[in-house]
């Protein structure tokens, strides 16, 4: 705790001499979103990072993460605590794969999940986040959709938006994958009161199993609204801790057992102040990728 307390003394030195700001992501460890200056989901930080007058940010998370704050605010300097905190799921896909599938289905448009890397992005024509998949889809011209790279939330969208048809490529989360249905099963015998909510990146037996399907910034507002006093969040347990802090009194449980993101877990404290005090790892993006992915995003904006 000592250590932590000192840690952070010198992280607000530094932010003060290099005009910087942290921001932190929903999974990220306790101490880590303790010392930020905003916490929340990717696309939450990415918007924060466009308005902010600090010259620097720190973003703890994952790198398209960073990335997508380096290209919705192109002119500042953002900085990756940890080079080998990637994201399985974005990896899943190549941009050549995409490049076959768009020729496989030359009058698909390309809805892209924010969780991706930016090369995807450049290779779409809109991005999604989970709160918005479905407004997106269903405003398309386009009566054929691939969705990419989540199956799970791209099948959400198929059952909820029926009059278009989507083309999924086989990657997901591999930590909202692992949540079975059976876990679900057992949790409600446990805790009859609960309300069960579940993220669209879960299994479809999973999200029929629900009582409400939520994006990680829908979560906190459905449990801060709530009278309900006990919750089952089948999402990262990074979330869980947040939604403790932040509503004293209510009860959050996990899907059975606890599930834990190893690459957002990586980044710790000291992370944070070796970032700031050597200004690593910045992210640079290559300007004509960074435009083009640059529109899919704006377009994603309009959507909410």
Not at 51 to 58: C, D, F, K, P
Not at 61 to 90: H, N, Q, S, W, Y
Not at 126 to 146: D, F, G, H, M, Y
């Amino acid at each position: 705790m000592n250590e932590n307390f000192e840690l952070n003394q010198k992280i607000s030195k530094l932010k003060n001499e290099k005009n910087a700001i942290i921001l932190a992501h929903n999974y990220q460890i306790e101490a880590v979103q303790l010392a930020a200056d905003f916490i929340g989901d990717s696309l939450d930080l990415s918007r924060k990072a466009v308005g902010l007058s600090q010259a620097m940010i720190v973003f703890a998370g994952v790198k398209f993460m960073a990335e997508t704050a380096k290209i919705l605010a192109p002119e500042k300097k953002v900085l990756l605590p940890r080079l080998d905190a990637g994201c399985p799921m974005a990896d899943m896909i190549t941009v050549d794969e995409l490049r076959e599938m768009k020729a496989s289905h030359p009058g698909a448009m390309v809805v892209t999940y924010v969780n991706s890397s930016v090369e995807i992005k450049a290779e779409s024509d809109v991005c999604c986040t989970s709160a918005n998949a479905v407004r997106v889809v269903e405003n398309l011209p386009a009566k054929e959709i691939i969705f990419i790279p989540d199956q799970n939330l791209g099948s959400y969208v198929q059952k909820l938006v029926p009059a278009k048809k989507i083309i999924l490529f086989e990657a997901f989360c591999y930590v909202h994958h692992r949540i079975k249905k059976e876990e679900i099963a057992t949790m409600r015998v446990r805790y009859p009161q609960a309300k069960v909510i579940v993220h669209p990146e879960v299994r479809p037996e999973v999200i029929a199993s629900a009582d409400e399907v939520l994006s990680t910034s829908g979560m906190l507002s459905y449990v801060k609204k709530s009278p309900l006093k006990e919750f089952i969040v089948a999402t990262e347990q990074g979330l869980l801790q947040r939604m403790k802090r932040e509503n004293p009194g209510k009860y959050f449980f996990p899907a059975l057992s606890q599930k834990i993101c190893s690459n957002m877990k990586r980044t710790a404290l000291k992370d944070i102040y070796d970032s700031l005090l050597e200004e690593k790892y910045e992210i640079e993006i290559y300007p004509a990728i960074r435009e083009r992915a640059g529109r899919t995003l704006q377009e994603m904006l309009k959507y909410g």
